[in-house]
C-alpha cells in the first residue's frame, strides 16, 4: 500500500483539481483521502454516499459549574488567555479564547471546574459516485486539533484500502504548512506539490519543499498555469532542479479548472480530449517515482 500526499504551498494552484483527476482516470487503484478539513471539497466533485458519520473529540475546555462557583475569582485571576467571565451569578468561559491548560480547575478552591472533551468535527466513510471508497471529515467552525482530525482521517483511509484491497491512498491534503499539512505528510510515500508561476506561489512552494524535506520524504511536482508568467516558471525549474525534485507535468493556465468545479466534476469529465492523457500520463509517471 502506497500513499500519495497532494499539497500546495498555497491555496488556488489547482491542487483539488489535480487530486480529482487522477482519482477519475483510476478509480478501481485507490482509496481517497480528504485531508483538507478544514476547507474540504473533494465530496462536492465525487458526491459519496456516506455509510459512516461519526463524532471526532479531541482536546479539553474549561467548564464552570455555575452551582458549584462561589465567584471567588481565583480562576480569572491565573487565566493568562482571559478566557474567564463574570456574570452576577458565578463566573464562566469563554470557549473560544479557552486554550485548554487546565490551570484553572487546579487551582479552584471548590472544583467547579471540569475540563471535558471537545468535539470539534465529525468524520465520513464513503463511497464516490466512481465507486473509489473514501475517507473525509469536517472540522467544526472555529474547533482547534486540525491536525487529530487529519491523522483520523489517513487511519481510516487505510483501513478502507485493506477492505477493498486497493494498492494507493490518495490524499488531497490542505494549502500551506501548518498543522493538517504535516499530518497529512506523516508517513507517506510521496508528496506531490502542486504550484504556480506566481510570486507567492514560488515562495510558498520554497516554504512547503522545506517542511517536506524534514520529513525525508520522495517528492515531485507539477507546474499549474505554466505559461502564465514564464519567468517564475523558469525560476520553479531551476529551483525543482537544484533539490532534485522531478517536474513530472507542467499544464498550461485553462478555464476548464474554474467551469468543472463549479459543475462538480472533475477536469477529465468537463474536457476529456483535453485532460484524459495528460493525467493518465501523470499518474504513470507518479507510480513510476514511486
Same mark, same amino acid.
Given at each position: 500500500?502506497?500513499?500519495?500526499?497532494?499539497?500546495?504551498?498555497?491555496?488556488?494552484?489547482?491542487?483539488?483539481?489535480?487530486?480529482?483527476?487522477?482519482?477519475?482516470?483510476?478509480?478501481?487503484?485507490?482509496?481517497?483521502?480528504?485531508?483538507?478539513?478544514?476547507?474540504?471539497?473533494?465530496?462536492?466533485?465525487?458526491?459519496?454516499?456516506?455509510?459512516?458519520?461519526?463524532?471526532?473529540?479531541?482536546?479539553?475546555?474549561?467548564?464552570?459549574?455555575?452551582?458549584?462557583?462561589?465567584?471567588?475569582?481565583?480562576?480569572?485571576?491565573?487565566?493568562?488567555?482571559?478566557?474567564?467571565?463574570?456574570?452576577?451569578?458565578?463566573?464562566?468561559?469563554?470557549?473560544?479564547?479557552?486554550?485548554?491548560?487546565?490551570?484553572?480547575?487546579?487551582?479552584?478552591? #471548590?472544583?467547579?471546574?471540569?475540563?471535558?472533551?471537545?468535539?470539534?468535527?465529525?468524520?465520513?466513510?464513503?463511497?464516490?459516485?466512481?465507486?473509489?471508497?473514501?475517507?473525509?471529515?469536517?472540522?467544526?467552525?472555529?474547533?482547534?486539533?486540525?491536525?487529530?482530525?487529519?491523522?483520523?482521517?489517513?487511519?481510516?483511509?487505510?483501513?478502507?484500502?485493506?477492505?477493498?484491497?486497493?494498492?494507493?491512498?490518495?490524499?488531497?491534503?490542505?494549502?500551506?504548512?501548518?498543522?493538517?499539512?504535516?499530518?497529512?505528510?506523516?508517513?507517506?510515500?510521496?508528496?506531490?506539490?502542486?504550484?504556480?508561476?506566481?510570486?507567492?506561489?514560488?515562495?510558498?512552494?520554497?516554504? #512547503?519543499?522545506?517542511?517536506?524535506?524534514?520529513?525525508?520524504?520522495?517528492?515531485?511536482?507539477?507546474?499549474?498555469?505554466?505559461?502564465?508568467? =514564464?519567468?517564475?516558471?523558469?525560476?520553479?525549474?531551476?529551483?525543482?532542479?537544484?533539490?532534485?525534485? =522531478?517536474?513530472?507535468?507542467?499544464?498550461?493556465?485553462?478555464?476548464?479548472?474554474?467551469?468543472?468545479?463549479?459543475?462538480?466534476?472533475?477536469? #477529465?469529465?468537463?474536457?476529456?480530449?483535453?485532460?484524459?492523457?495528460?493525467?493518465?500520463?501523470?499518474?504513470?509517471?507518479?507510480?513510476?517515482?514511486?
Amino acid at each position: 500500500m502506497k500513499e500519495i500526499v497532494v499539497i500546495s504551498g498555497k491555496g488556488g494552484t489547482g491542487k483539488t483539481s489535480v487530486c480529482a483527476a487522477l482519482a477519475y482516470v483510476k478509480p478501481d487503484e485507490m482509496v481517497l483521502a480528504d485531508c483538507d478539513v478544514d476547507a474540504s471539497d473533494m465530496h462536492l466533485i465525487f458526491q459519496p454516499k456516506v455509510h459512516k458519520d461519526e463524532p471526532f473529540f479531541s482536546g479539553v475546555k474549561a467548564v464552570i459549574d455555575p452551582a458549584l462557583c462561589t465567584n471567588c475569582g481565583k480562576c480569572a485571576s491565573i487565566c493568562r488567555f482571559d478566557a474567564i467571565r463574570q456574570d452576577e451569578a458565578a463566573h464562566f468561559v469563554d470557549l473560544l479564547d479557552c486554550e485548554g491548560c487546565g490551570y484553572c480547575a487546579l487551582i479552584c478552591p #471548590v472544583n467547579a471546574i471540569t475540563m471535558p472533551k471537545q468535539k470539534v468535527g465529525r468524520v465520513f466513510g464513503s463511497d464516490t459516485r466512481t465507486g473509489t471508497p473514501m475517507a473525509h471529515a469536517r472540522l467544526d467552525i472555529g474547533a482547534d486539533n486540525s491536525g487529530k482530525l487529519v491523522a483520523k482521517v489517513k487511519s481510516d483511509s487505510k483501513a478502507l484500502a485493506t477492505k477493498h484491497s486497493r494498492d494507493y491512498i490518495l490524499v488531497d491534503g490542505s494549502p500551506g504548512i501548518g498543522c493538517p499539512v504535516i499530518a497529512s505528510l506523516a508517513g507517506a510515500d510521496l508528496a506531490l506539490v502542486v504550484t504556480e508561476p506566481s510570486i507567492s506561489g514560488f515562495e510558498d512552494l520554497k516554504r #512547503v519543499c522545506e517542511l517536506a524535506s524534514k520529513f525525508d520524504l520522495k517528492m515531485a511536482c507539477v507546474i499549474n498555469k505554466a505559461d502564465l508568467n =514564464p519567468k517564475i516558471a523558469s525560476e520553479i525549474r531551476n529551483t525543482m532542479k537544484h533539490r532534485n525534485i =522531478p517536474i513530472l507535468m507542467e499544464l498550461p493556465y485553462s478555464n476548464d479548472f474554474s467551469e468543472a468545479i463549479s459543475l462538480g466534476k472533475t477536469l #477529465v469529465e468537463y474536457n476529456a480530449p483535453q485532460w484524459q492523457a495528460q493525467f493518465e500520463r501523470l499518474w504513470e509517471k507518479i507510480i513510476k517515482e514511486l
